[in-house]
């Protein structure tokens, strides 16, 4: 086999970068979390902040789900990513759908706390992250200055490597 064609030697990597940027998003709904439980709790009392809360449920496992699709998919094939991306996002959109509209028969399901949280929470981690990531091949995933310290694969050849 040619040098182009012979795949055998690519190792991939055990976590890629999407693994990382989804529960850095992740993390950061955590940290928001607090003031979007307290809106909910202002817009909708007790029932606004548990919706609030399945809404930040929603938003991190999302991002989670979107980076496992990712880092399953690029393990098969280029053509496998496009697809699965692609239909992910679709399947992803609706699951949200689908548990929002299970959700509203409910008595203690309150939209407009849900509806904000959802939507507010998803851009505003996904704007937020840009600064964070890298947009180099050198270092993928999150920016060298955003990972902490320890966080970052030796550079140094005669250190041992994973």
Known sequence: ??????????????????QEIARDLARRAAWVSPAFLVLGAVLGGVDGAVSAGLALLLVAGNFLLGAA????AVSVSLNALYGAVLLGYVVRLGLLA????????????????FAI????????????ETKRVSMTLAHPGLAP??????????????????
């Not at 699709?69 to 399953?72: A, E, H, N, Q």
């Not at 949280?117 to 937020?128: N, P, S």
């Open 145 to 162: 200055s955003a990972r902490k310290v320890g966080d970052e694969p030796s550079t140094d050849p005669t250190s041992p490597q994973e």
């Open 117 to 128: 949280t959802l939507l507010v929470t998803h851009l505003g981690l996904l704007a937020a």
């Open 1 to 18: 086999m040619s040098a182009a064609t012979d795949h055998a030697d690519v190792v991939l990597p055990a976590e890629g970068p999407e």
């Open 98 to 113: 689908v548990i929002a509209l299970a959700f509203k028969s409910t008595g203690w399901f309150s939209a407009v706390p």
């Open 69 to 72: 699709i990712i880092g399953r």
